[in-house]
Nanobody, 121 residues
């Protein structure tokens, strides 16, 4: 079983930065595609960014140029650096790990419990 624990959320003024972290336990971390998702009440969960086992990153348009996803396979950790935050970035952010090894099918991932990000102006 894969378990994920996020940290680093909080409240920040618009234009500020936050760094989210996720520590993953369980088999095969380095071979799993990882991602960050977010959700606001009443809306579907949406992809923020993904990173495959080779370190190739992909971003939703909403975060391009502002967010950076990274992984440290030696520490089984995943990070999301968020800069120039906007009120529209306010959401619960979830760390996700693919159920499959290699590739980047993250359609039915293992989920963390979420960490709240609130951006105020």
């Amino acid at each position: 079983q894969v378990q994920l624990v996020e940290s680093g959320g909080g409240s920040v003024q618009a234009g500020g930065s936050l760094r989210l972290s996720c520590v993953v336990s369980g088999y095969g971390y380095s071979a799993r595609c990882m991602g960050w998702f977010r959700q606001v009440p009443g809306k579907e969960r949406e992809t923020v960014a993904t990173i495959d086992s080779g370190g190739r990153a992909s971003y939703a348009d909403s975060g391009k140029g502002r967010f950076t996803i990274s992984r440290d396979n030696s520490k089984n950790s995943l990070n999301l650096q968020m800069n120039s935050l906007k009120s529209a970035d306010t959401a619960m952010y979830y760390c996700a790990a693919s159920r499959y090894l290699y590739g980047c099918d993250i359609s039915r991932p293992f989920w963390g419990q979420g960490t709240q990000v609130t951006v105020w102006s």
